[in-house]
């Protein structure tokens, strides 16, 4: 396959090394050299299978329009765009392109989603989340604790799940999701030890996405790499 990247930062940079260690030709562009999308064009994008982007929200916002508006491929890692979320499903459908969204391509943490939506199932437990990052990290709550926040009220209806969000240092990330009950508590963790496992989850999805439209949740298919 032939892979751009949209993003050189940290994980951006670790997704063109996985990719190419996975065999498939790559390019990359950071946001500067993309300023509004506009290297995303017929030409820049002719023999190019997926792109992935791992931007910024207002960027990753951007790139999808001009890519999903040629009916090409994208897999989207940044988060914070997730209002528009239904025009860009539309728009890939509309035009045959292809969208793959997710909070974190991390598998392990596809598995942490998994349990949890079991363990909300409990009655008579008080739920709460906690998230670390890096310093660095603009958003707070982070999208991977946004998601296991609507898992948990999707199980427990009419409650308000609390999340507490830390920023320390060069964190990796670390989700904690604790169900209080009377006489226990029952803990889930997942703690990342770098961010490989998000950059090949990433790299895994895009190989699934090729040659398909429409448009898809990472948690949806994951089962599937």
């Not at 993003?7 to 946001?31: C, P, W």
């Not at 409990?122 to 310093?135: D, N």
């Not at 009220?153 to 409650?159: H, M, R």
């Amino acid at each position: 396959m032939i892979i751009l990247v949209l993003g050189k930062g940290k994980t951006g940079s670790l997704v063109a090394q996985v990719a190419r260690e996975r065999g498939h030709s790559v390019r990359v562009l950071d946001v500067a050299e993309n300023r509004g999308a506009s290297a995303l064009n017929g030409p820049n994008l002719a023999g190019v299978d997926v792109v992935i982007d791992f931007t910024n929200a207002e960027a990753a916002l951007e790139n999808m329009r001009a890519v999903l508006a040629l009916g090409r491929s994208i897999v989207v890692g940044t988060t914070g765009w997730y209002a528009h979320l239904a025009d860009m499903k539309a728009l890939a459908i509309k035009r045959g392109g292809a969208l793959l969204y997710g909070t974190n391509f991390s598998i392990g943490v596809q598995k942490l989603f998994s349990l949890t939506a079991e363990l909300a199932k409990l009655e008579g437990y008080t739920f709460s989340i906690s998230e670390t990052h890096h310093q660095s990290k603009l958003d707070a709550p982070s999208g991977t604790a946004i998601t296991l926040k609507q898992i948990i009220e999707a199980g427990q209806p009419g409650v308000d799940i609390e999340v507490t969000s830390h920023r320390v240092g060069d964190a990796k990330g670390e989700h904690i999701v604790t169900a209080t009950g009377p006489d226990d508590i029952l803990e889930l963790r997942h703690d990342a030890n770098n961010r490989k496992g998000f950059a090949l989850g990433a790299v895994r999805a895009a190989e699934w996405l090729n040659g398909k439209s429409g448009a898809w949740e990472f948690r949806e298919i994951f089962d599937q790499l």
